[in-house]
């Protein structure tokens, strides 16, 4: 059974994700592969306020912030090292 996708916005903070795919046009694809994100890429959910606002993140040992409109392009799943699935800012 595989696990629901979700966007990146929606991930609660501490949370650790794995990306599933980019959507969205070539100029985001193109964007997130510059800032080093990809599907396969495990993310780890930094801070997700509920009130708006960039959310922080860290792969591949490097913190970023992307901003919500960028972050609802990256649908992940729980990460499967990690125990638990990712919980939505409901």
Do not use: Y
Not at 15 to 29: D, E, L, P, S
Not at 53 to 58: A, E, S
């Amino acid at each position: 059974m595989t696990q629901p996708e979700i966007t990146l916005d929606q991930i609660r903070s501490g949370r650790t994700v794995r990306v599933v795919r980019i959507a969205g046009g070539w100029g985001i694809q193109q964007r997130l592969n510059q800032l080093g994100i990809h599907p396969a890429d495990r993310i780890e959910v930094l801070r997700n306020g509920i009130l708006g606002g960039p959310v922080l993140i860290r792969t591949h040992g490097i913190d970023m912030a992307l901003g919500r409109g960028m972050a609802r392009h990256v649908a992940v799943t729980a990460d499967a090292s990690k125990s638990g699935k990712p919980e939505a800012d409901v």
